[in-house]
C-alpha cells in the first residue's frame, strides 16, 4: 500500500499546502520568541485536545479568518506577504519548496470514457508537442506565482536528483515549433483565424481544460487563463471549466471524458508515481493512469524500474522511463511551487522534515501535530487547521487528495515514520521489528520473504485488540479482494502467501524482489478487520459517516492513531479528538493525584482515619467525575467526591502496629475511553493507645515491685549484718 501513498495526495493549491520550509526572518523591529519549530521533538503525543479542520472555499476567506485569528495558519501568495505582517504581526512567515509539482495532463485516448466520442485531436502526438511548446514557464513562474515558483520540464521535481535522466527530452517555450507542429501535422489555419481540423477541413472542435475554482486556487487558476490565451494565439479553441475537487476526481478518474487538466500533485520520496500514472496496467475507469498511455516498452522499462533489486538499478530504468515519458507528451509540467505558509505565533512543537543535501525542510513530520501546542499551555490545545477544498470521501481505502489524507493520518498509523533529521531513516511506530530476505524457491527465481513484529498491547480506538489478523485482513481483502485504490498496490499483487504465527507477528511472501518491497512494509496501514468486514460497500461506503456497530458516538472509521474523528459535517468541518488509548500517550497527558489528607502515623485503635486526594487533570484541572478507589490492609474502599477535585474515604480498620500501604486508583471517563491513574502511601502503625498506657503501667508496677523487692532485700541484709 504505501507505494501509492508515495505517489498519494493530489495537492489542492499552494495556499493549502502544510508543507514548510525556509523561516522568512523579522526585521530587526520586530522582537518574537523562538519560532514555534525551535523545538526538541518528542516520539509520543499527542499534545492537543482536538484538532478541528475548518472547510474555507475561497482563498480570501482563509486570508480574513487568520487575520481574525480563526485559524492557526494560511497558505498566502506572495502580494499578501505584506498584509499579513501588517495585519497579524505576530505570525511566522515559512517558504517551502517539496516534491509538488505542477502539470497540464491530457487525456491521450484515441476515445472518451465510457461514451466512446471521438477524443481528437488530444491523441495526437504533434498535437500535444504544440501544447508543450505554447507554455511560458516564466510566466507561471514569475506572473501567477509571483517568482515563487521554479519552472519544471519534466514530471519529476529536482528534488528527485539523480533519478532524472540528463537525455530525457523537455519542451521549451517556443510559439513558433509549436506553430510549425500544428502545420506539419495538418491543422492549418481557415479563414477565420482559427485551427483546422485536417480530417473534415472544419474548424477544430473547441478543448477544454478543468481547473479548481479561481477563489479556491487563484496561481493555478491564473495559469489556466494564460494556456487558453497560448491556445487562441495559436489559432485553437480552448475553455475553461471550473470544477470542485470531488467533481475533477469524478471527470478523471471515475469517467475518461474531459480533455485535459491543470492541478498539482504531491509526490513521494521515491518517483513511483512513474509507475502508477503512465503504465498500461492502470489505464481502466478508477485507475491511476488517467491519462490513458499505453506503450510496451515503457511498460518494460517501468517494470524494470520497480522490481528492481536495489535503488542504483532502478535508478537506470527510471532514466529508460522517464526519457520515453517525456516522448509521449502525456503531461506538461509547469512548475514546482514555493508555498508562503503563515502560523500563529503562539505555535509551539513544530517538527519539521529533513533530508540529506538539503538545506530547506521538506515540511512538517507526521510527528508534527503530536508535539504542536501554544505558549504556555503544554497541553490542551484544540489546534485549528484549515481545508481548501471540499472532502470527497473519508475512506482509507479510496481517498485522493491530501486534505482528505491530512484527516485520515491522524486517525490510522502506519508501521514506521521517517525521521525528522533524515526522512531516509525510519523510525519505528506500529512495527516494532521489520525483517527481509529474499531466498531461491525454484532455480533462477528469487522471492522475498518479509516479517512484521508488532509492538505488544496495540488497540484500535474503540478497545479491541490490534493484531497481526488485521494485517491479514487488510492484504487480501481492501488489497487482493476489493482491489482498492489505496490497498491494490504491486506489493499487494505480489503477495502468494502470509502467516500469522502470533498476534504480534505476520509474515508475507512476495514474488520476485524490489527495493520498495521493504518501503511498502514500513509504510503498511492495517485496517481493523472487525470494522471494515461489515461494510456493504467497499469502495463506495464513507466509514467517516457510518456509525460504529457497538459503540455509540464512534463512527466507522476507527483507527490505532493518535486522534479520533468526533464530528464530520460535509462542507462545514471536520473535529479529530486525542485518543486516551494511544499506545504512545505522552506520559504527561493523564491524571495527577495528591494526598490533601493522610497521616504518616497512627495508633492502631485511631481508626477510622480520614483520608483525602486531589485528582487533577493534565491541565491541573480538578477532576469531578472520577472513580476513586482504595485498598488498605487488605480491604476495598470508595471514594466520594467532596469538592473541587477532592475525594474521601475512611479507613475503618488497622492492623495492630507495624506499616499499612494505601493504594488509591483514580478513573475518569471520558466520551470513548478513560484514564486512569494510581498512588499509595505507607503509614505507620503503632499498637493502641489503651494497650500502649497498659504496658506503660505494667511496665510501671513490675519496676515497682522489682524496687520494693530490692529494698527490702538491701533491708534484711543491714539487719543481718547488725545481728
Known sequence: MNVKVLCAALVLVVSTSLLLGAFVAPSRAQAKPAPPWDWKWEPYGPRPDAIIYKIILAYESRLVAFEADEIDWVGIMPDHVDRIKKNRPDAFLLETMGRVIDALQFNIRDKKEPSGADNYPMNVLEFRKALAHMIDRDYAAFEAYKGYAVPAFTPMPGLYGDWISPKARTYEYNMDKAKKLLDDAGFKVGNDGWRLDPRTNSTLRELEVLVLPEATSPQRFMVAKHLVFQAEKLGIRMRIRTVDAPTLDRLVTEAHEHDMYYWGWSLGVYPTHLYYFFRSEEEKLGGWNECGVRNADLDDYLMKFYFAPTVEEAKAHCHKALELVQEIVPWVPTTVPIAITAFNGKLRGMVLQKAPGVDTPLGRNWLDELNVHVSPLPFGYTYRSVIGVQLGTLNPMTYLWSAEADIIDDIYEVDTIGSPEDQYVRLPRLAEKIEVSTSED?????????????????????????????????????????????????????????????????????????????????????????????????????????????????????????????????????????????????????????????????????????????VADYLNRPVTNATVSATADGKAYTATHVKDGIYRFSIAELPMMGTMSVSVKAEQPLPFAHLSKTTSATLTIYLAKWVVAAIVITIVALVGAVFRFRKKRETATKVAALA
Open 442 to 614: 525454484k532455480p533462477g527465481t528469487r522471492n522475498t520473504k518479509i516479517t512484521i513484529t508488532l509492538r505488544k498491547g496495540l488497540a484500535w480506538q474503540d478497545g479491541e485488540p490490534l493484531s497481526s489478523k488485521d494485517y491479514n485482513f487488510t492484504i487480501w481483502y481492501p488489497g487482493k479482494e476489493w482491489k482498492t485504490r489505496r490497498f491494490y498496490s504491486e506489493f499487494e499483487k505480489k503477495i502468494y502467501k502470509t502467516e500469522t504465527p502470533n498476534p504480534q507477528a505476520i509474515i508475507v511472501y512476495l514474488e520476485g524482489t524490489s527495493f520498495l518491497y521493504q518501503v511498502a512494509a514500513e509504510g503498511y496501514r492495517p485496517l481493523p478487520e472487525h470494522i471494515y468486514s461489515k461494510l456493504k460497500d467497499p469502495k463506495k461506503d464513507d466509514p467517516g459517516k457510518l456509525p460504529h456497530p457497538n459503540v455509540k458516538g464512534l463512527t466507522m472509521l476507527v483507527g490505532q492513531g493518535p486522534y479520533i474523528l468526533k464530528e464530520y459535517v460535509p462542507g462545514t468541518h471536520a473535529v479529530n479528538s486525542w485518543n486516551p488509548l494511544y499506545y504512545m500517550r505522552h506520559p504527561e497527558k493523564g491524571l495527577a493525584l495528591s494526598f490533601t489528607k493522610i497521616p504518616t502515623s497512627a495508633f492502631a485503635d485511631d481508626a477510622p482515619i480520614d483520608v483525602e486526594l486531589k
